[in-house]
């Protein structure tokens, strides 16, 4: 067989995915790459990566108003805006990874970004301070200015290789699938399951593990814990290189390009009479099954100035229909929002509250406060498993979908559920509030208030629920509702709603805490939550919450999905 041939035979053979290569760059075959072998292993460094990262971020805001002595407010506004910049960064990264690097090689830089911010964070929690600005009244010092410098740049620099990695691992894990097989399309919407079950195995293991390591061991321990999972995770993934495979662009030009040619072509063109777009029935027809009657001020991109179809400038419709898919994400990602706010609650206050309450078990064990969040994971890890397995195939006979549900309807679910977690932490503080006025505990913060954190658990666990439903289905829609090329980006404005979410929590907790607190009162988030009104905020949130669903089935009713793939 000649060397020419060997390449021909494989294309012609119904074993090539289309449009993939393997680590070679040759045509990528379907019985030796790909599949469950990769996805996986990748799941594997997710889990990783997530413990890495929840060892962080879970338990910052006790860091922060331990070791660093600053107050509830100023120290939720911090966590907060970090979270959100963590979260908003996917975007840069997906732009880099699907215009530039590739998935792939993106992973691998951010990977080594992470590794040395946790390695810096490290440094930072070995190295004594030498400050003696230390509160009277507290056991806690502020560090020096430079330490300050070295620990916010440090874990800034995580956030800057979350926005790499997080959005590029799970596309690069999804696109180990190729959709146009029916065995491997079933797999792929399996693989969202199974995918944030591995991040909540990940994020279980930091929550009961890395809490208790920090609260007991020292921050040194539990910030060289992640540097290590971390530099661990990297390995793993050079090593699985051979296996993978490598979606490759059918079109020469960026996407980022085409789509953005399409708006600067509609806007030039925005002066031309509709009445103009009859030149080309054809297209007209072809926009109109596939269901583009939204945003039709795009199809003028199909038009030159003169009105020739000659002009090499003219969009075509497969650019234009691309646009229009990323333009009708949008509403459905406003109206996500307030859940992500709602989603920023439990690595903030609600473990401010459970620091105030009885955690005792046992006349030695204290719980740490941010396990709690374990609860919102394990029902995750319990309830996918049903979901997937039982759910799933009772409601495709019953819808005749492959997935069973749509995935808005499998949002929308979730969104109710995140409704219910705000009203139960609402009654929750309502009742801590009066045991510590019921108790003469209300000028005394430091006191453990008889009444126990296990009261916490149904907010958590109704969190938990909203999270299989919710997250699950914001990850395949945002994924499977854009062009192929641009999925990482996809999955960043996935991302970018608890992103945004985060920042809104900060400006909200900011706002209020300033308005609340004036002539002398405490205000909302005062540092004695004994005499705070979190009860309020949850309140308002859960009101929020409720608004923001009515808003989101109006949209998702008139949805249009960009190719029937439920």
């Known amino acids: 067989m000649t060397a020419a041939s060997s390449i021909i035979s494989p294309l012609l053979s119904n074993d090539v995915v289309n449009l993939a290569v393997d680590y070679k760059n040759q045509p990528a075959i379907r019985s030796t790459s790909g599949g469950w072998r990769s996805a996986v292993l990748i799941i594997g460094v997710e889990i990783a990566e997530r413990t890495a990262y929840t060892g962080i971020s879970f338990n910052l805001i006790t860091y922060l108003t331990g070791d660093l002595g600053q107050s509830t407010a ?50 930072f929690a070995v190295i004594p301070s030498n400050s003696t600005d230390c509160d009277a009244n507290s056991s806690s010092c502020h560090p020096p200015l430079y330490q300050l410098i070295l620990f916010f740049s440090s874990l800034y620099l995580v956030a800057v290789a979350q926005g790499g990695h997080k959005p590029c691992a799970q596309a690069f894990g999804a696109d180990q699938f190729d959709a146009e097989d029916l ?68 079109d020469e030009k960026s996407p980022f390009m085409r789509i953005g040619r399409v708006f600067i072509k509609a806007t030039r063109n925005r002066t031309l009479a509709s009445s103009e777009l009859s030149f080309n029935e054809q297209a007209r027809e072809i926009l109109s099954d596939q269901g583009s009657q939204q945003f039709n001020f795009l199809d003028k991109a199909l038009l030159s100035a003169d009105c020739s179809k000659e002009d090499e400038k003219v969009c075509s419709i497969s650019e234009v229909e691309e646009a229009k898919s990323v333009l009708r994400l949008a509403p459905v990602w ?17 473990t401010k509250q459970g620091v105030t309450m009885n955690r005792s078990i046992g006349s030695k064990f204290q719980i740490p406060p941010a396990a709690l969040q374990a609860f919102i994971y394990l029902a995750v890890l319990l309830f996918i498993p049903v979901y997937d397995r039982a759910l799933v195939p009772i409601a495709r006979v019953l819808t005749r979908k492959p997935a069973g549900i749509t995935m808005l309807q499998r949002i929308g679910v979730g969104l109710l559920f995140s409704v219910f977690s705000m009203l139960s932490a609402a009654l929750v503080e309502i009742k801590r509030l009066q045991t510590a006025q019921d108790y003469g505990l209300v ?42 090329e641009l999925r990482s980006v996809g999955l960043s404005l996935y991302l970018s709603i608890f992103g945004v979410g985060s920042f809104l929590s900060s400006i909200l907790i900011s706002v209020i805490q300033k308005s609340s607190s004036t002539n002398g009162r405490d205000g909302w988030f005062s540092d004695n939550l004994n005499r705070a009104h979190l009860d309020y905020f949850y309140w308002l949130l859960s009101g929020l919450s409720a608004m923001a669903l009515v808003m989101y089935l109006y949209i998702a009713r008139s949805y249009i999905y960009v190719r029937r793939v439920l």
């Open 334 to 350: 406003a109206s996500c929002l307030v859940y992500g706010i709602v989603f920023a609650q439990p690595i903030t206050l609600f």
């Open 443 to 484: 000028d005394t913060p430091d006191a453990s208030i008889p009444m126990s954190i296990w009261w916490l658990v149904p907010q958590y666990v109704l969190l938990g629920l909203a999270d299989v439903f919710a997250i699950i289905g914001l990850q395949e829609f945002f994924y499977d509702q854009v062009p192929g």
């Open 183 to 250: 065995e491997e399309c079933k797999a792929k919407s399996s693989f969202f399951n199974w995918w944030y079950f591995g991040t909540c195995t990940g994020t279980l293991v930091a929550l009961t593990i890395l809490s208790y390591i920090q609260d007991n061991f020292g921050w040194g321990l539990g910030f060289g814990i992640p540097c290590i999972t971390m530099s661990t995770a990297l390995v793993v993934y050079l090593l699985g290189t051979m296996s993978y495979r490598f979606s490759i662009s059918s």
């Open 74 to 123: 100023t120290a939720a506004a911090n966590v907060n805006a970090w979270f959100g910049l963590s979260l908003i960064t996917p975007l840069l990264g997906a732009v880099i990874a699907d215009s530039y690097l590739g998935r792939y090689r993106t992973i691998v830089v951010a990977s080594i970004i992470y590794v040395l911010g946790l390695g810096l964070l490290t440094l």
